[in-house]
Each structure stands twice: as structure tokens, then as C-alpha cells.
């Protein structure tokens, strides 16, 4: 059985100043989650190319929680 979407039943009940609300909410929101991964990627790559420059050498995990 296919399943289609009724535009008129997905709005029901809205006028039209309220469907386009909630369009350009639903746009809104959808471009800040995607500028948000964009800057959690690019920001991730850049303190993963910075670490070495400003941490010090640590001990391994392994030898720092066996007291080695």
C-alpha cells in the first residue's frame, strides 16, 4: 500500500499566515543545526591540527593508571 502526504490534511486547521510560520521555522531551524555541524567539524579539525603545538607530551593511560 502506498502511502502519500496530504498537503491539506498536513496543514489542517492552519491559515495561511500559520503555514508559512511554521515553513520558515521549520527552514530556520534546519539551516542552525547545519551551521552548527559545520562549525563542530571545522572546529574539531582545527584543535586537532593545533593539539600537538600547545599540549605537552602525557604518560600513556595504561602505564599512568597501573602506577608505572
Do not use: K
Not at 14 to 20: E, F, R, V
Request: hydrophobic share 60%.
Amino acid at each position: 500500500m502506498l502511502l502519500s502526504l496530504d498537503w491539506m490534511n498536513l496543514f489542517a486547521g492552519l491559515s495561511s499566515g500559520q503555514i508559512t510560520s511554521v515553513i520558515v521555522v521549520a527552514v530556520i531551524f534546519t539551516a542552525a543545526a547545519g551551521l552548527t555541524l559545520l562549525a563542530l567539524i571545522a572546529f574539531g579539525v582545527r584543535s586537532g591540527i593545533m593539539a600537538p603545538a600547545y599540549s605537552t607530551r602525557v604518560p600513556l593511560a595504561s602505564n599512568t593508571e597501573l602506577g608505572a
